[in-house]
Every structure is written in structure tokens, then in C-alpha cells.
């Protein structure tokens, strides 16, 4: 039986026990349904010969060989992480279309005695859902964008929020990046597929009712690009500003990307990125600084020549309505108070 997803909320309704993808591991690392595990029934190479035989061979050849190699990989996958399943396991399966892939597999898991289904239209259906929720359906609730030169602790205070009743999206944290040159995370970032569809969901969930606030960023959090519709809403929505002095922020840099300052070449590497945007005496500077361990003087100046200026033009471009909030510091033990004061704003502007 094929199961028809008319929603991306129905994935979490349907109770089976495992979602399985059967896709070749290349198309799975790409995207893949949410707690979906990786059991392929043809690898990449392999994927890739029967494509080749289709084409200049024979569809009935392919179609031979691929049988023969799907029951293989089968094989050694009942075998594998398919041994301990009881006879009450229920999976779900899916592959690129609903097609042979899948509809072969699941086959074998039903003689088996499983209770199997597999999606109508395959990941292929899913992703049109994901396209849909992003590109076709006008935001449900009204954005709020937080906002704050870079070392204001936007991303700590939004993570913040929620405790305090107000709903949020992390885009940094969806894109696994702190959307500066400086702001590469262990792990790189998803693909665009992948990040499309932590997004999609997160927005799926939203109260329209509720505001949402997301921080300020850019049209792409690293390589990620936002979606047109989210964007331009970011771009005329209300702003809150978190208002602190460079020094507190220098100070918040520092112990925010203690991970940079640790791999000094690493650092030292992103600072040369910035030769194109500064004077070559300006990122020496900067390089000494490094060099010698003056984090708190180098992320000052850092903000004061390069990333304050910038903010300030972007920003003065925005004619949005915008209330700030000031910040005595930026302590750990600073930012709950903060954090209270950033959602009485937000939830003083639902109206």
C-alpha cells in the first residue's frame, strides 16, 4: 500500500516504526525525510551502471541487473540492522519516486510477514511539500527581526525566547552557521535541500496568531539562501536592536567563538579572507593581534573597521519601524534579564 502525504505535519502522524530511504547514499546525504535511516538498495556506483545499461543497453537489462543487485543488497541488510526486528515491526519505505526501488524492497519486507508501506511519489512527493510550505504559502505569523551589531548575543537571547512565550525559527542554527565569514561551524552547513526542509517544517508549525522572531540576517547564512517570501518579509518587518557597547561585545565575541580563537591558523586564515574589503596594513594589524593572543582587542577592532560600519549602512538602507533595547552586559548572567526584555517588546507588538 501506498501512502499519499498531503502535508508535511502527516509524517509525524502516520505511527510506523522506522522510515526507511532506499536511495542510493549520494541522493540520501543530499536530503531525506526527517528520521529517515540510510538503507540503500543500490549504492551510488551501483545506481549509476544500471543507469548507464538503461541507456545504452536495454531498459529490460537494467531492470535484470538491478533486480539481481537490489536482492543482494537486501540481503545483506536483513542480515545487518534488519536482524533484531520482531514480527510487530512496521516500517515505512520510500526512494526516489515510489517506484522499483522502493516498491521492490518493501515487496520483500511484506513475504517476510512485516506490515510495509511506502510512499505514493516517493521523496520526490515529500520535496513538494517542502517547495509548497516555503515558495507557495504566505507566512503564518507576523516576523519580528532581532537585531544588534555583530557580538550582541542575538543568537543566545532568540534561543532564549521560547521559555518566555514567544515563538522563534534559528536560521543560524537550521544552516549550522553563525552568518559571518568568521561563523563556519564543526560539520559544515546542510545542502540547500536539507536546509529547505528543516526550514519548511519549522515554519509548518508556527501559531499564526503568535509573532515570530528570527535574527537578522543577510538573504544567505552562509551558503544557505532564505527563501524569497521569508526574506522579503525580514526586510520589512519590525526590529527589536539590541544596544551594547563594542566592549561588552568584544568580550561576548570572544567566549562565543572560543573555537576559533583556539585553532589560530584557522583564524588567522579567515582574517587573509578580508584582504579584499580592507587595507592590507588594516588586516596585518589584525593578524598581530591574533598572532599575540589579543582576542578582546582584535574583536574590537574587528567590529569597529570592518563589521560595525557595514551593519550601520545595511541598516540605515531597512526605513522599518525598530525599538532597542539596551544591554549592560553580555555575561552569561546578563542575558536572562536581557532575554525578558527582548520578549516584552515582541509580545507588546502583536497588535
Known sequence: MAITLTSLSDIYTLGFDDIIDVRAPAEF??????????LPVLSDAERAEVGTIY????PFKARKVGAALVAKNAAAHLQGPLADKTG??????????GGQRSGSFASI???IGWRVDTIAGGYKSWRALVVKQLYDTPLASRVVVLDGN??????????????????VIDLEGLARHRGSLFGHMPGGQPSQKAFEMALALALAKLDPSRPVVVEAESSKVGDCRLPPELWKA???????????????RAEYLVRAYGDMVA?????????????????????DEWLRLADGGAFGALAD???????????????????????????????????????????????????
Open 29 to 38: 546525504a543530499e536530503d531525506h525525510l526527517p528520521g529517515a535511516i540510510s
Open 55 to 58: 541507456k545504452q543497453v536495454s
Open 88 to 97: 510487530a515491526w512496521k516500517p515505512l519505505v520510500y526512494c526516489w519516486r
Open 109 to 111: 519486507l511484506a513475504q
Open 150 to 167: 555583530t557580538g550582541s548575543a542575538k543568537t543566545a537571547i532568540l534561543n532564549l525566547l521560547p521559555e518566555r512565550g514567544v515563538q
Open 234 to 248: 525580514m526586510r520589512m518587518a519590525p526590529r527589536v536592536v539590541i544596544a551594547a557597547t563594542r566592549g561588552c
Open 263 to 283: 585553532d589560530r591558523d584557522r583564524l588567522a586564515g579567515v582574517i587573509n579572507l578580508l584582504r579584499g574589503a580592507q587595507a592590507h596594513d588594516v588586516v
Open 301 to 351: 577592532s574587528l567590529m569597529e573597521l570592518h563589521y560595525d560600519p557595514r551593519y550601520e549602512k545595511h541598516r540605515a538602507r531597512m526605513a522599518v519601524p525598530f525599538v532597542e533595547v539596551p544591554a549592560d552586559g553580555l555575561a552569561e548572567d546578563d542575558l536572562p534579564a536581557l532575554a525578558d526584555a527582548v520578549a516584552a517588546q515582541v509580545l507588546g507588538q502583536r497588535a
